[in-house]
Structures are given as structure tokens and as C-alpha cells.
């Protein structure tokens, strides 16, 4: 499906004044919000079909029930929905989730118009209130998506709806060291730090969804222990601050989970291990002369995988787990979406459920405090495996 780069003919409305009149805006509305306004009703354009779109696909949610679904005309996106929803259903009525608000905010990042139909991509900021044991938490997600609307009379008709970002889409195949190898070429050299780093990540981030401390009550950190300590709220605090928004001190990747994830730990102190060779180490310089200056460890979710769990004396370590429970702020999921033992996607844990669960923040699909087992994802399927790491409390 092609679809000409055009900017948007609105721009988007500032963050804390949203306008839901504007062109470029739409948003599904929650319980107890009223029909659709008449000044929408009365925009014969195709802005109004993605409105209707919106809500629907906001009200399927807010229920939990596919069947508000059926005004979606395209029946492999209709089905790919309803697969999703279905999933995520099943898990929160086991685990006692409940869904008590839900929004989608739509915003048209470029469209192509020649009369008869339009192509827009759009992204659709889901933010959604949940509640486990009398607790409540907000989870947000952003998906992208190209829709083709068509003219029919005097109304336009939502054509065809394609995900621009799935988690594992994409999944690179680099050359991977033996393990005499990679200890052969790993050393440590010191690297400057990011540029954000929040020292009071509670000040901004405050939640009541339940954050756990490490072992030792202290997020890991012992003052009386060797060695460089991982500092776990600021790993987090750095997850927060660019989850939805790509430091420009980094490259940005389409697929940009694993880049994500190597920003965060090293925002929580672990040294980079630089080695020059990309296939070993855990280090990232950007691009020089046209060059790709990072590890594959860095920026490829197997890459990073294989890294933690291979067993190393000094510099970023982790142990492998085997389930959730034992996961504490700043240590990595790994995801291998069909069982085949390549893992195509990376989390780094940032909260908690009321019951102990990870909550994790992403990239690719931009995610916040998103339950961890990704059920609601296009990419899951019955055969998806995960690797748990619990990154060491010292380098």
C-alpha cells in the first residue's frame, strides 16, 4: 500500500489543551460521555468516518466485546481487533483486571488525497484505566496504522486498515560469537553518560501502582558493596521520559525496541562494553561517516538477549529467571513470538499491578505500564515464549 509522504493539513493541537474539534483529532469516548456532538456530524468529509472508526474500536475495548467491532468494513483488520481483544478479555477476567475508562486519541500524521479516496496514517494514543484488589493504574499505547477511505455518494466508507508497527515484525538474523570469543574482545571503557537523567523519578512519575525494592530493600543498592551499582529508579525514570518521545541523542530505529531498553539500563548506570566490533560488546557511538557505530547486543532484540544471558564477571550481567515473579524496576523481558528461539522483542519492567505483575514500557509500539505478557498484541500467538533477566544489583 502506497501512501505519498504529505504533511497533515492541521497541526497537532498542544498536549494540555486538547481540542477535539480539530481536523486532526479524534478521540473514542468513555461511559456516560453522550452521543457524538452535531458539530462533528455536520463534517461531510472522511475526518468524520475516522471519528466513527475511533469509537468504535475505543467502545469494543471499553466493553471487552468484539461485536462493537462489526463496523469495521476491512474483515482481516476486523479480525486481527477481535483476535487482540479476545486475548486480553481472557486474561484480566482471570487475573480480575477491569477495564473502568477508556480513551483512544487519533492524530493524523500525513494523508494523500486525489478525490475519490484518501490514505492517512494515523496514530491512535490508547490510554486505559485499570483495576485489580480496589486498585487502580493507567496503561497507554500507541499504534499506527494506514486507512484508505472511499468515496461512496456522499458519504466516505473506511476501506482498508493496515498496522504501520507490529513488535516483531522485523526480526534480524546478525552473526553471533561463540562465547570464548566474545569474552576474548569484551573490555570496559568508559562512556559519557545520556543526557537525561532524573534523579527523583517519584516527583514526576507518582503512581499507586506498587513499585518493589530490590532484595535488600534499597532497589539493589548496598553503599558498603564494590563496585558500580545499578540504579534502578533512574533506569525507570529514563524509560518514562522517552517512551513516547525518541531522544535525539540516538538514532531512532523502525524497529526500536532493543535501542530503547540499551537507552534505559545504561541510564541506570551500566557500563558500556566497547569492544569496536559489532558483534560483540554492549555499546552504542551512532553513526561516523555513514557508519554504524553500535552493537548488535545494542540494538537487535536477540542480539541483547543472547548478550544477558551469556555469563560474564564484570559489566552489564544478568540472571535468567524463570518466570516473572522474581523481577525487580529495570530488569528486561525478552519475547520470541513463535517459539522458534529467535526473540523479536525487548521490555524493560517500570511498575507493578496490585498483584505483583511486571508492567513494562516499549518501544516500536510505544507502550506504557503495559501488562507484561503482551497478549494484546498483533505479534502473540499460542506458541510465544518469553526470557525473563534480572539485571545484577553491580558491575
Known sequence: ??????????????????????????????????????????????????????????????????????????????????????????????????????????????????????????????????????????????????????????????DAAEPLAIEGRFRAVVPQPDDELEDLFERRDAMPSVPYINMNPRGRFQSRVYAGPGADGAYGYDPYRRGIPYRRAEAVAYAERWWNDPNPAYHNFEVNCTNYVSQCIFAGHAPMNYTGRRETGWWYQGMSNGREMWSFSWAVADSLQRYLGHPRSSGLRAEALGSPDGLQLGDVICYDWDGSGRFGHNTIVTAFAPDGSPLVNANTVASRHRYWDYRDSYAYTSRTRYRFFHIHDEF
Open 1 to 158: 500500500m502506497a501512501c505519498p509522504a504529505r504533511s497533515a493539513s492541521c497541526a497537532r493541537p498542544p498536549a494540555n489543551k486538547i481540542n477535539r474539534r480539530h481536523p486532526s483529532y479524534a478521540a473514542g469516548r468513555g461511559k456516560g460521555e453522550g452521543p457524538v456532538p452535531e458539530s462533528h456530524k455536520k463534517q461531510a468529509d472522511w475526518k468524520e468516518t475516522l471519528y466513527g472508526y475511533v469509537n468504535a474500536v475505543n467502545e469494543a475495548g471499553l466493553r471487552g466485546d468484539p461485536s462493537a467491532l462489526r463496523a469495521v468494513p476491512d474483515a482481516l483488520h476486523r479480525n486481527r481487533l477481535s483476535a487482540r481483544l479476545t486475548e486480553t478479555a481472557n486474561r484480566e477476567a482471570l487475573l480480575g483486571i477491569r477495564t473502568v475508562r477508556s480513551e483512544v486519541r487519533a492524530r493524523i500524521e500525513r494523508h494523500s488525497e486525489n478525490g475519490k479516496d484518501v490514505w492517512a496514517d494515523v496514530s491512535l494514543h490508547f490510554v486505559r484505566s485499570c483495576e485489580q484488589l480496589g486498585v487502580t493504574w493507567q496503561e497507554e499505547r500507541v499504534d499506527r496504522e494506514r486507512l484508505r477511505f472511499v468515496s461512496a455518494g456522499k458519504e466516505w466508507r473506511l
